[in-house]
């Protein structure tokens, strides 16, 4: 049975249609099954009711326009306990509804299961016999089964569908997806695509025929050139039988063969990139469909030579498509490099179809002050190219195609966030003290963007965390210890007399370098941090010695240790410091006869470290809370995971009592402390911060001036008297309300984006 569903999936997903993949759903389990009918059911959300997409046995007149409310009938009870019925006789079933239109009445036997897909049910699959009996186990774990594998599949379908539709009606259709950096952008989409995929290709027609033409001749002949000169290279390395495979694939491109499909296709309308998906998808089916295995192996030729045209393809629009002035990126999964490439002054917004709002990349986009949402539905991308987009990344909602009064109602919203902007400004040469005298260090976290950060070292009382990675990631190959030391000096130099906190190299997880790539199945519990600095102590040793070095008569360097998860990562690292400076003032005596020895502190955030506060008291001078991998590592939630990454919250009744307890150490036990994680440029945590006792805070430009004009409006006894509630409080929806109530008390509800009520489509 197992390689039956895996053949219904495959078909299913090659279909250009939703409508034709229902049907070869539907007929391929009635003949799987071996039952005479089968039939699915959609929930339409807009109408409360699910109607009949696809039948294969009942009256077909009926797909489209018979509809059961959501509590009516069979279907609507396999929806409401989300869970299979079977029954012998369904007839006999108090919920059992008859119609005339779906001719159903010759059917006793019926087994139905829900078709969910992240936490929502899309619909239902019923199979129906005319014998009375109960369907087996194994027909039921069957079709549950294939229901899961489907589910996937079938919500992209549903909503490209309602794109498409809503194309043809001129109406905006809203996504949903997971908030990052807060916001308001309008503008016109630019997709990246950084793998080619024909699932990322929508079906569109064009009239320009011969401009597709040209396109699609264009790029067979760059295809053409690609294998020639592959060939040629091989030649001598390779049998002459492997070399003549290149030969078979420039004969599958000749133009009566591949070429000759796909202008039909053309010719008939569709886009050179649809006509392309169109055939190749046509002859792959029908190579799996053969016997023989090795015809059902060119298969995978088939597809690899439509793969390479259709990336020439894309490269030659590219390289046509200039970036809109107001351009939203959107993007399979954002990384640092397709930000680089936007223009500034043009990149308004972001939309990363994966990914989640807590990733690295994600705290670029918040550094950088561009409104992103995260992990919305899996859509073909080419399905937003150019489109006219809003983003919503306050209430995490991307819209499609937006009406007049949708735009003139953001505009709005832009306009109002604005002028909050403007007064938070208009405080930042005060100091961030509360009105009962509580003085907060606002720090930044820096090393994404030099020149914005740099300009901003007046704003701040200095660097709490700078993420020396980042120039790691912009770099093709380690750099030189000069080369740090220049970077690291400019740096210090810029914020002195200010205190600079530098990390060290932080690599691992879902931060990656092209040129020491780790490949791992579990990054996050991996091989990260000072783990790799540890084991690579020649890396570890030239980034020390730049530090030190470029801390040379300035003195405002500390030094970081990131993912520190017990005492004897310390003690090692330690050493590695002490034989440093040995080694320096034994290779230059004269310069460094006497060197400033920075401050040493450990990063809070493997949850073991919160047990060992007082022993790294007795070893280091200070700690800093990295709440961003506290809370993942508390919560079990891998941050960079959108399937969970609505479980992943910082306001969790265990993550803010943790936050607490190290507070409470590190208070008792005079080791000093801050927190450098996002949760520091949060109004709702920077008042939860500070009722803990953190007097240092570290966070985004971007959050600087808000956060500050915050603090001054919020007494230290009130936001007390808040943290014992939430302390309290048995989830995180409860401390959101406490905390959303008391900043409404507190006069600060401008702060608060208030949702719009509908998620309807304007």
């Known amino acids: 049975m197992l390689a039956t569903m895996r053949a219904i999936v495959e078909q299913v997903a090659q279909q250009p249609s939703l409508e034709s993949a229902l049907m070869v759903f539907v007929s391929q389990v009635k003949k799987a099954m071996k039952t005479e009918c089968c039939s699915i059911y959609f929930a339409d959300y807009s109408q409360d009711n699910f109607v009949l997409m696809a039948t294969d046995g009942l009256n077909p007149a009926a797909v489209g326009k018979f509809r059961l409310g959501f509590t009516e009938g069979l279907v609507g009870l396999v929806a409401q306990r989300e869970e299979p019925i079977n029954l012998a006789y369904a007839k006999s079933h108090p919920h059992f509804i008859t119609s005339d239109l779906v001719q159903e009445e010759q059917y006793n036997a019926f087994l139905s299961v829900p078709v969910v897909h992240q936490k929502r049910v899309l619909g239902v699959i019923v199979v129906q016999q005319v014998a009375a009996r109960v369907f087996s186990e194994d027909e039921e774990s069957f079709l549950i089964t294939l229901s899961a594998q489907l589910a996937p599949q079938l919500a992209v379908a549903q909503i490209q569908t309602l794109l498409q539709q809503d194309d043809l009606s001129h109406r905006s259709t809203m ?49 053409r050139k690609e294998f020639s000169t592959l060939a040629v290279s091989m ?4 049998p002459s039988e492997a070399v003549a495979v290149f030969e078979v694939y420039l004969q599958l491109l000749d133009a009566r063969s591949l070429g000759r499909d796909v202008e039909l296709e053309i010719a008939d309308g569709w886009c050179a990139k649809s006509a392309l998906k169109l055939v190749i998808e046509r002859l792959v089916q029908q190579f799996n469909a053969m016997q023989d295995p090795y015809i059902k192996e060119r298969a995978v030729d088939v597809k690899d030579i439509g793969l390479r045209v259709l990336f020439h393809l894309l ?11 107001n351009t939203i990126l959107v993007a399979h999964t954002l990384t640092p490099a397709m930000l680089a490439q936007v223009p500034k002054e043009r990149l308004k917004g972001v939309v990363s179809v994966h990914g989640a709002a807590n990733s690295h990349a994600s705290i670029l986009t918040r550094a950088l002050n561009i409104p992103t949402v995260w992990g919305i539905n899996d859509i073909p991308l080419l399905q937003f190219d150019n489109k006219e987009l809003i983003i919503d990344a306050y209430a995490g ?62 704003y701040c009382d200095g ?62 519990l991996g091989w990260r941090g000072i783990r790799v600095s540890l084991d690579h102590p020649e890396l570890f040793l030239d980034q020390l010695k730049a530090m030190i070095k470029a801390n040379s008569g300035l003195g405002n360097l500390r030094i970081l240790l990131p993912m520190v998860s017990e005492v004897g990562e310390v003690d090692e690292s330690l050493a590695l410091l002490e034989r440093a400076y ?14 400033d020895k920075p401050l040493v502190g450990v990063m809070i955030e493997v949850p073991s470290s919160m047990y060992l506060l007082h022993e790294f008291a007795a070893k280091v001078d200070f700690c800093s809370v990295g709440s961003n991998d506290l809370t993942q590592y508390l919560l079990a939630v891998d941050r960079a995971n959108s399937r969970v990454a609505n479980l992943f919250d910082c306001y969790h009744p265990a993550v803010l009592r943790a936050l607490n307890g190290i507070a409470e150490q590190c208070q008792a036990a005079n080791f000093p402390f801050s927190l450098c994680g996002e949760l520091a440029g949060e109004p709702e945590g920077v008042i939860l911060l500070m009722a803990m006792g953190f007097d240092s805070l570290s966070m985004n430009f971007s959050a600087l001036h808000k956060v500050k004009w915050v603090i001054r409006r919020v007494g230290l006894k009130a936001c007390q008297q808040l943290l014992a509630q939430c302390l309290s409080a048995a989830n995180a929806k409860q401390v959101h309300r406490l905390v959303r109530d008391f900043m409404l008390e507190q006069g600060l509800g401008q702060l608060l984006y208030r949702q719009k009520d509908d998620d309807a489509k304007q």
């Open 235 to 238: 030649q001598g390395h390779l």
């Open 315 to 325: 490269n030659t629009e590219k390289a046509t498509k200039p970036y809109p002035e």
């Open 175 to 223: 996504l949903k997806g997971i908030s990052s950096s807060g916001g308001i952008a309008q503008g016109h989409a630019y997709v990246v695509l950084p793998k080619v995929d024909f699932s990322s290709v929508e079906l569109r027609k064009e009239e320009d025929k011969l401009k597709q033409k040209q396109l699609f001749l264009q790029a067979v002949a760059a295809t």
């Open 463 to 524: 660097v709490g965390l700078y993420r020396t990675e980042s120039w790691f990631m912009q770099k093709g190959t380690f750099p030189s210890q000069h080369e740090q030391e220049q970077w690291y000096r400019q740096v210090l130099s810029s914020y002195h007399p200010a205190p600079v906190t530098m990390r060290t190299l932080d690599i691992g997880g879902d931060k990656a370098l092209d040129y020491f790539d780790i490949q791992e199945e579990n990054p996050f």
């Open 582 to 595: 040995y080694e320096l003032q034994q290779d230059f005596p004269h310069e460094f006869s006497y060197i």
């Open 397 to 458: 909602r991307v819209y499609l195609s937006p009406s007049e009064a949708l735009k003139k109602e953001y505009a709005q919203i832009q306009h109002r966030d604005a002028k909050l902007h403007d007064q938070f400004e208009s405080e930042y040469h005060l100091p961030s003290t509360t009105p009962d005298g509580k003085a907060i260090d606002l720090m930044l976290n820096a090393g994404l963007d030099l020149q914005t950060e740099l300009d901003s070292a007046r």
